[in-house]
C-alpha cells in the first residue's frame, strides 16, 4: 500500500451538546468554527508523532466527488444519505464528523479527501478508511458539537478513546465491505498509531487499535449491518430535517417546510425543526404562519428568547410596529436573564456574536412609530455590542437629522462608511446630508447681506455641494443601477448650472478651482466661460436623468421633458 496518509485526527470534537443552536452554518462560517476548533491559537500545524505531513494535491475535490464517496460507504450499511450534509473546508487537513444546531455534517479538506474518491477503486484503503471512520462517528451517535469544542478535558479522554475505536471498527467493517483486506487496514493503523501509553491521549494505542479493526473486517465478511445501522423514527426525523435544511439553504421554501412538518410529526418536541420551519415561513413571506409556529414553540420552552425574537421580526414585517416592539422587549429581557444567570440552555455561546440584532430590530420599529429617544438609545446600545456595525450608524445619522443636527449625522454617517466602505446606500445618505448643509448655508443669506458676502457664503455652499456629487458618484460607484442617485446627482448639476450663470462670472473661477479639487470637470477647455459651463452641467444633468429615467425614475422621466430637449 502507498503510505501516503495526510495527517489525522481521528476524533470527534467531544463536548456536551448545547440545548439550544438553531442557527444553519454553511460555507465560510462552518469552515472557520472548524478551523478554530480544531486549533484555537489559529495554528493548525499538528505535530504529534502518530501523525503524518499533510500532502498538498492539485486538484480540488468537487462537491459531486465527495458526495459520491460518502454515498458509497453509506450504500453499504444502508444508511440515508439525508442524515449528513457534506462541506469542503480548505486546510482543515482532514475529515472531521461534527454537529451544529441539530445538522450532522461531514467536512473535509478538498486537498485532502481527493484521494478518497479519484482512487476509490485504486485501493488507497487508508484514504477511505479516514473517510469512513469520520461517518463512523455519526453512525454511533457520539456528540460532536463544534461551537463548544474549547471544553475539551482530560476527565473525557477515556470517553474519547472508547468512540475511536467504535470508528475504527466502523471504518474496518466499510473496507472489508468494499473489497480491502485486513493486511492493508493493519498498515493504515500502523502508519498512525503507537504502543505507547495511551491513559492521557484521546486516541487509544496501536495494539486497541487493530484488535477493533479486526472485529470490525471480520463483521464485514460477516454481511452483517445491524450492529452500525437500524433506522429508528428519530433517526428518521433527523433525514427529514436534514433535507430540509438542504432545501432551506437552496431557498426551496416550500419543500422544506414539507420536511420540516414530517421530521415534527414524528418527534413533536423537535424544538429545532420547529424554529426552523417558523424561520422558512418568515422568508417565504408566511408571517402569519411564522408566529403561529414560534407561538408554540415559546409555549414548550417559555424561558428560550429566540420564539420571541422571531415573531417580533414577523409583526415588524407585517407593519404591527407595536407588537413588533412588545416580542422583541421580551426576546431581550429574557437572553439578559439567561446571560445573568449564566442559563446556557437559553443563550448558547453561539448566540453572543448576535446578541444586538433584538436591539437593531426593536430600534427600527421605534422609528416607525416615532419614539425617536428610545431608537437612538438602542442603535447606541447595538454599537456598544458590535462596534463595527454600519447599519447603527447610519441610522443614527437619520435621527440626527429628523432633530436637525446636522453635522453630528454627518459624523454618524462618515462612521458608517469607514466600517462599509462599499457600501452604496451610506455614500447616498451621506450627500443627502451634505445637501441639507449646503441648504442651511444658503438660509445664512438674508436682505442684509452685501454682495462679498453673499459670494462668500455661495462658495462655500458650492463646497458642500461639489462634496455632495462626489459622494453620490461613490453610491454609483458601488451601485451602477442606483436610480434614485442618478437622478439627485442630475440635480445636483442643474443647480450648479444655474447658481453660476445667475451670479455671472463672480463664480466660475472659484468653482472651476474647486472642481478640479474633486474631479468634476473632465474637459476643462469646454468652460470658458458662464455660458459654455452652464451649458456643460446642464448636458450633465439631463445624461444622469436619462439613465435614473431608463432605471424606472418617473421625476427624471417629467424633468428631460421639462429641460432637456
Not at 26 to 36: E, F, R, S, T, V
Not at 327 to 353: H, V
Not at 401 to 419: T, V
Amino acid at each position: 500500500m502507498k503510505k501516503s496518509l495526510v495527517t489525522l485526527l481521528f476524533i470527534p470534537i467531544i463536548t456536551y451538546s448545547q440545548s439550544f443552536n438553531t442557527d444553519i452554518y454553511y460555507g465560510d462560517q462552518l469552515c472557520g468554527i472548524a478551523q478554530m476548533a480544531l486549533n484555537p491559537n489559529n495554528s493548525l500545524s499538528f505535530t504529534s508523532s502518530s501523525q503524518l505531513n499533510t500532502i498538498e494535491f492539485p486538484d480540488s475535490f468537487s462537491v459531486d466527488l465527495a458526495n459520491t464517496a460518502l454515498n458509497k460507504i453509506l450504500f453499504q450499511i444502508g444508511a440515508s444519505r439525508d442524515r449528513f450534509i457534506i462541506q469542503a473546508c480548505p486546510n482543515i487537513k482532514n475529515a472531521l464528523a461534527v454537529q451544529l444546531g441539530g445538522v450532522r455534517y461531514i467536512l473535509y479538506d478538498q486537498n485532502f479527501i481527493v484521494q478518497v474518491a479519484d482512487n476509490f477503486e485504486n485501493s488507497n484503503w487508508g484514504e477511505i478508511f479516514i473517510l469512513a471512520h469520520e461517518v463512523g462517528h455519526h453512525i454511533n451517535n457520539h456528540s460532536v458539537d463544534l461551537l463548544l469544542a474549547e471544553n475539551i478535558n482530560s476527565e473525557s479522554k477515556l470517553k474519547q478513546r472508547e468512540q475511536e475505536l467504535d470508528a475504527d471498527l466502523f471504518a474496518a467493517f466499510i473496507i472489508s465491505r468494499l473489497g480491502g483486506s485486513l493486511e492493508e487496514i493493519v498498515s493504515v493503523i500502523e502508519n498512525i498509531s503507537n504502543n505507547i501509553n495511551d491513559q492521557k491521549s484521546s486516541h487509544p494505542n496501536l495494539e486497541k487499535r487493530l484488535k477493533a479493526v479486526k472485529v470490525g473486517f471480520e463483521r464485514g465478511i460477516g454481511n452483517n449491518t445491524l450492529d452500525f445501522y437500524n433506522s429508528t423514527p428519530l433517526q428518521t426525523a433527523e433525514e427529514y430535517f436534514n433535507r430540509a435544511i438542504l432545501n432551506e439553504l437552496k431557498e426551496n421554501y416550500d419543500a422544506a417546510i414539507y420536511d420540516y412538518n414530517k421530521a415534527i410529526e414524528i418527534d413533536p418536541f423537535n424544538h429545532n425543526a420547529l424554529y426552523r420551519m417558523g424561520v422558512a415561513k418568515k422568508e417565504k413571506g408566511d408571517y402569519f404562519g411564522s408566529i403561529k409556529n414560534h407561538t408554540k414553540l415559546s409555549d414548550i420552552y417559555p424561558q428560550w428568547y429566540k420564539p420571541y425574537s422571531e415573531i417580533g421580526t414577523a409583526y415588524y414585517e407585517i407593519g404591527d410596529y407595536n407588537s413588533a416592539i412588545r416580542f422583541l422587549d421580551t426576546s431581550i429581557q429574557k437572553k439578559n436573564r439567561a446571560i445573568e444567570f449564566k442559563d446556557y440552555n437559553n443563550f448558547s455561546e453561539s448566540d453572543e456574536n448576535d446578541s444586538y440584532l433584538d436591539y437593531f430590530n426593536r430600534g427600527q420599529a421605534y422609528l416607525k412609530v416615532r419614539m425617536y429617544d428610545e431608537a437612538f438609545n438602542d442603535f447606541k446600545k447595538v454599537i456598544e455590542l458590535n462596534k463595527n456595525n454600519h447599519r447603527a450608524y447610519s441610522q443614527l445619522s437619520q435621527i440626527y437629522i429628523l432633530n436637525n443636527e446636522y453635522y453630528l449625522a454627518l459624523s454618524s454617517i462618515n462612521k458608517a462608511i469607514e466600517y462599509n466602505p462599499s457600501g452604496s446606500k451610506n455614500y447616498f445618505n451621506k450627500a443627502v446630508i451634505l445637501d441639507i448643509i449646503h441648504q442651511s448655508t444658503l438660509d445664512e443669506i438674508d436682505d442684509f447681506s452685501d454682495e462679498e458676502d453673499k459670494v462668500e457664503i455661495l462658495k462655500n455652499a458650492l463646497d458642500f455641494k461639489l462634496s455632495e456629487i462626489e459622494n453620490y458618484n461613490l453610491a454609483i460607484k458601488f451601485d451602477n443601477e442606483y436610480a434614485v442617485a442618478y437622478r439627485s446627482r442630475g440635480v445636483a448639476f442643474e443647480y450648479i448650472a444655474n447658481r453660476i450663470v445667475s451670479y455671472d462670472n463672480q463664480l466660475l473661477d472659484y468653482y472651476l478651482q474647486l472642481s478640479e479639487k474633486f474631479n468634476i470637470f473632465y474637459n476643462k477647455s469646454l468652460k470658458k466661460s458662464n455660458e459654455s459651463a452652464y451649458d456643460y452641467y446642464m448636458l450633465s444633468a439631463c445624461n444622469d436623468w436619462v439613465i435614473a429615467s431608463s432605471l424606472g425614475n418617473t421625476d427624471s422621466t417629467t424633468w428631460i421633458s421639462d429641460y432637456c430637449n
